[in-house]
Every structure is written in structure tokens, then in C-alpha cells.
């Protein structure tokens, strides 16, 4: 079984392209950024 983390993620910037999202995001420096983006891309996509 798979465990879920939240991770309070503050976004500082967002632009939106056509083809492109560009975030700058503040996060605790504990956390690994491999799994930042993984929980970010799992919102996105729940959200679409």
C-alpha cells in the first residue's frame, strides 16, 4: 500500500503557455524535489 505525504507548496510565480506551465514554488528544503513535482503533476492531473 502506497502512502500519501502532504507537502505544503507555496506557489510564487505562474506562467501559462500554450504548450507550457512555468511554476517557481517555495517548499521546505527537506523536501526531495523529484516528489514535489510528483505531487504537483498527480493534482494537475485530477483537476483536467
Known sequence: ???IRVTE???QSLQ???DHVYLLV???PTEVPCDVV???KGLS???L
Request: cysteine-free.
Open 1 to 3: 500500500m502506497a502512502s
Open 9 to 11: 507548496i507555496e506557489v
Open 16 to 18: 501559462i503557455e500554450p
Open 26 to 28: 517555495l517548499v521546505s
Open 38 to 40: 510528483r505531487q504537483i
Open 45 to 47: 492531473a485530477q483537476r
